[in-house]
Nanobody, 115 residues
Framework: QVQLVESGGGLVQAGGSLRLSCTCS????????MGWYRQAPGKQRELVAVITSGASTNYTDSVKGRFTISRDNAKNTVYLQMNMLKPDDTAVYYC?????????WGQGTQVTVSS
């Protein structure tokens, strides 16, 4: 088991910013592809952003230009910087890690954006 631990969610007004963090064990993190997903009430979980071990990134269209995913390999941590937040960004955000057929999820952190 990998044990992904998230932090950084909360309540913010529209237009504001939040930064999510996800930390995991060093042996897993080094070559893992890390991602952030979100699930809003009544909706399916969707990919928000992903970053490979080589730091290549990809984003869902709705967050391009507003969110930035990054990783700090020395701290075994992946971040999601969320700017210009909108009420539609309200969801539980989950960290995901994948490597060599192993996959694990964090417990989720709530992000609520008020209008």
């Amino acid at each position: 088991q990998v044990q992904l631990v998230e932090s950084g969610g909360g309540l913010v007004q529209a237009g504001g910013s939040l930064r999510l963090s996800c930390t995991c064990s060093s042996t897993f993190f080094r070559l893992a592809t890390m991602g952030w997903y979100r699930q809003a009430p009544g909706k399916q979980r969707e990919l928000v952003a992903v970053i490979t071990s080589g730091a290549s990134t990809n984003y869902t269209d709705s967050v391009k230009g507003r969110f930035t995913i990054s990783r700090d390999n020395a701290k075994n941590t992946v971040y999601l910087q969320m700017n210009m937040l909108k009420p539609d960004d309200t969801a539980v955000y989950y960290c995901n890690g994948r490597k060599f057929g192993i996959e694990d999820w964090g417990q989720g952190t709530q992000v609520t954006v008020s209008s």
